[in-house]
């Protein structure tokens, strides 16, 4: 039997991580949680996950913030990361950020190791994006 991957969901909301948790949960993933981005930053490093769910709009670090350390570091920079949000290309970020939303708007895929997915997400969209982030056939979301 093979390892269950791991996705670490780095958000600041404990309903959503919760509710993330018992979501990939029951699809046989094993999920890590971090409240913020210094902690996911920490938890991806240690952990070495498999993925990473990945809020924008957080107090403290950022999610583009995090997202730029995580590819900055050489342990960390393979990661996949799924950015979920509620944000459009109208609210204010920098401009890293809006040209990484602006891209990426009505779920545009961009590359291999990065995706954008809005809130409110579908679960079936969620499941599918995070198979195709683990280079993971087409199963049944």
Do not use: C
Not at 38 to 60: Q, T
């Amino acid at each position: 039997m093979s390892e269950l991957k791991k996705i670490l969901v780095v958000d600041d909301e404990a309903d959503v991580r919760l509710i993330l948790k018992k979501r990939l949960s029951a699809h046989k993933f094993q999920v890590l949680e971090a409240p913020d981005g210094m902690s996911g930053i920490a938890v991806a490093k240690e952990e070495r996950p498999d993925l990473i769910l990945l809020d924008i709009m957080m107090p403290g670090k950022d999610g583009i913030e995090t997202f730029h350390a995580l590819k900055g570091d050489p342990d960390t920079k393979e990661i996949p990361v799924i950015f979920l949000t509620g944000l459009s290309p109208d609210d204010q970020l920098s401009d890293q950020g809006l040209e990484l939303i602006a891209a990426t708007k009505h779920n545009l895929k961009l590359n291999q190791r990065y995706a954008i997915l809005g809130k409110p997400y579908d679960p079936r969209e969620l499941i599918h994006e995070v198979r195709r982030a683990l280079g993971e056939g087409e199963e049944n979301p």
